[in-house]
């Protein structure tokens, strides 16, 4: 658990609001992992106001002070008699069925492209997730999925964030073929998220259904 105060004052809010220079204390539960820390080494907590892509930005630009005095990190400790009886060894390796014998038509691949715009500060991430088309030999189903996911921002605008993501699953044997597709925006002011785009499904390259998205979400603390 990691227990903090910040100050939360944005320029967005009023100089004689309550939430104006206030100080909280916060819990937060960490994840757990699996990992023993060695005697001597050092762990690094990172805390930050925004985490764009990973998390979508807060509304407001915002300043975050820790009160370092009274901050504070608990990590769970092994008594030393328990440290004693630890197996050191590797355990068994897990049983894995052999993998289905494929034939490659396009390679898996992944990758991402980042351009800056100095002039006017935006910034756009696109990422590739690439899963490659391939056939099954056992049964002869040929499969072909790709996406691509593109992030921008305007210098250090919070609202001028916004997503897009666009999928293509293709399943095909010698005389059938069905495919689903979706190109998703997201965008948002202070108040809603805005979903916007649309799937499809085609069979033998015809369209069979389309259906369109538009649709507001509000806000619930992000």
């Not at 764009?52 to 407001?60: D, H, R, T």
């Not at 991430?125 to 002869?140: F, P, Q, S, T």
Request: glycine share 4%.
């Amino acid at each position: 658990m990691h227990r903090c105060g910040w100050n939360c004052a944005a320029p967005e809010i009023p100089a004689d609001s309550p939430r104006m220079n206030t100080w909280f204390d916060v819990e937060v539960l960490l994840n757990d992992i699996a990992q023993r820390i060695p005697a001597g080494h050092r762990l690094r907590v990172a805390v930050s106001t925004q985490a764009w892509p990973l998390v979508w930005p807060a509304p407001a630009t915002m300043t975050l002070e820790l009160l370092h005095g009274q901050s504070s990190l608990t990590l769970p400790l092994l008594k030393p008699e328990k440290l004693a009886g630890l197996k050191t060894s590797q355990p068994e390796a897990p049983a894995i069925p052999a993998p289905l014998a494929l034939t490659w038509r396009r390679p898996l691949k992944r990758d991402r492209e980042i351009t800056h715009d100095p002039e006017t500060g935006s910034i756009s991430r696109v990422y590739l997730k690439d899963d490659g088309a391939y056939r099954i030999d056992e049964h002869g189903m040929e499969v072909d999925a790709w996406g691509t996911l593109t992030y921008r921002s305007q210098g250090e605008d919070p609202l001028s964030a916004e997503a897009e993501y666009r999928y293509h699953l293709e399943h095909n044997r010698a005389d059938w073929n069905a495919c689903v597709e979706c190109d998703i925006r997201v965008a948002a002011d202070a108040e809603h998220f805005f979903l916007t785009g649309e799937y499809r499904a085609l069979e033998n390259n015809q369209l069979v259904r389309r259906r369109q998205l538009r649709v507001p979400v509000r806000r619930k603390f992000v």
